[in-house]
């Protein structure tokens, strides 16, 4: 899972923006101070136009972390859309783009950071974790070690895929069975147990303890223990 380190400008830390972050699979960290840049993927930089000159504190920051030559995306998340030379603005002094706090493409903008993060950070590590674990999305295998690719199915990739998305977080039945049948109704508790026992079933030996459960809640997949 990547973090996004956050900088809220002076503004109080906003919790509710967190959860929102999180929702959409990713760790936020609060940023004060540059020493702390090492321990993020990218950088979201808080600014709320409502509030005299925060705008400014916001640019002022985007301006200092280019001056600083640091090989790291920044987006700027703002509460309201911003006129387009500002925007030009913006994207002049080094943002990687603007994202708009709830708009109806909000979704699709945290899509297209994480897709730029995969392709800037090393294959599915983040700036906390490194893993013998690959995922190939083109083949939907799995390779552990550096051995050989494992096949998978569909849904059994698709479960792999979500499980390392938060990995060493506990997932429920639940959000699984949301994430592969998009939230029907009808329990599917025993549908993501069966697929839990075909992936271990493949993975064999050197993957038993890939994926371990956590009863009565869910899995958790372990991407450093092997």
């Known amino acids: ?46 600014v709320n136009q409502k509030i005299n000159n925060h705008t400014i504190r916001g640019l002022e920051w985007l301006t200092n972390l280019r001056k600083e030559k640091l090989f790291i995306p920044i987006w700027l998340y703002t509460d309201t859309p911003m ?28 899509i297209i950071i994480k897709n730029t993060l995969k392709c800037l950070v090393l294959p599915e590590t983040s700036a906390e974790n490194s893993s013998s674990v ?9 390779s552990l070690n550096g051995q050989s690719e494992i096949g998978l199915t569909r849904l059994e990739f698709q479960t792999v895929s979500f499980l390392y998305e938060h990995a060493d977080e506990v ?24 697929i839990i026992f075909l992936i271990r079933k493949k993975l064999g030996e050197e993957g038993k303890d890939l994926i371990r459960t956590i009863r009565t809640k869910g899995f958790r997949l372990n991407k450093n223990i092997i």
């Open 1 to 46: 899972m990547y973090t996004l380190g956050i900088i809220m400008s002076e503004y109080p830390f906003d919790i509710e923006m967190s959860e929102k972050i999180h929702s959409y699979g990713f760790k936020s960290k609060e940023i004060k101070k540059m020493e702390q840049l090492s321990e993020v993927d990218g950088i979201l930089i808080n």
């Open 83 to 110: 006129t387009q030379i500002e925007q030009k603005l913006c994207l002049h002094l080094g943002a990687n783009g603007i994202l708009v706090k709830d708009n109806e493409e909000e979704e699709n903008d945290f």
């Open 134 to 142: 690959i995922l190939n999305r083109d083949a939907q295998s799995v």
């Open 171 to 194: 997932v429920t039945y639940q959000e699984i069975s949301n994430h592969l049948w998009k939230g029907e109704p009808e329990g599917r508790q025993y549908r993501v147990a069966n």
